[in-house]
């Protein structure tokens, strides 16, 4: 029974990980042109660095969550374990997500707000994700004591 669940646990959490960070790119990709097409005092703003290293540094930490993501579902379906995978991965998708969806709001500033966006409704939906379904503590939790092998906390 356990074994069973813990799989379906796995699967779950790669899942939404999955999801938050395709939202991610969605949000990097609207930030990235903005950038690029919002023009102020004559040169787009995409062309300051406080603008651009947000956005780097998000494509940075979505893509090594993408491929711990990637790794735990090639050996799901491989039929390996993959809790640490799949733990890890939740976690740096939720972290990274968020950091993109906030980078996206600083680079659309008030027009983030902006119904027609969709800015606002991704970063507050990608929100959800650092608490559930696995809240981040449960996740480190998980690395703490079975990959580490820490004493258990509780």
Same mark, same amino acid.
């Given at each position: ?56 540094? @998000?494509? /940075?930490?979505? #893509?090594? $969550?993408?491929?711990? &993501?990637?790794?735990?579902?090639? +050996?799901?379906? *491989? ?52 608490? @559930?379904? /696995?809240?981040? #503590?449960? $996740?480190?939790?998980? &690395?703490?004591?079975?990959?580490? +092998?820490?004493? *258990?906390?509780?």
């Amino acid at each position: 029974g356990w074994r069973a669940l813990t799989g379906i646990f796995n699967l779950e959490r790669l899942s939404t990980a999955s999801i938050s960070l395709g939202t991610a790119e969605l949000l990097l990709n609207k930030a990235v042109e903005h950038a690029k097409t919002r023009v102020v005092f004559g040169r787009p703003i995409g062309a300051n660095q406080a603008v651009q290293f947000p956005l780097a540094e @998000g494509k /940075v930490w979505l #893509e090594a $969550a993408w491929r711990l &993501v990637r790794d735990g579902a090639e +050996k799901m379906d *491989r039929g390996e374990e993959c809790a640490f995978e799949a733990n890890g991965g939740a976690l740096l998708a939720a972290k990274s997500s968020n950091m993109v969806a906030d980078a996206a709001m600083q680079v659309f500033g008030g027009m983030a707000f902006a119904q027609d966006t969709g800015i606002e409704l991704h970063w507050r939906n990608l929100r959800l994700f650092r608490v @559930g379904p /696995v809240p981040e #503590e449960l $996740a480190l939790s998980y &690395v703490a004591h079975n990959i580490l +092998k820490l004493p *258990r906390s509780f």
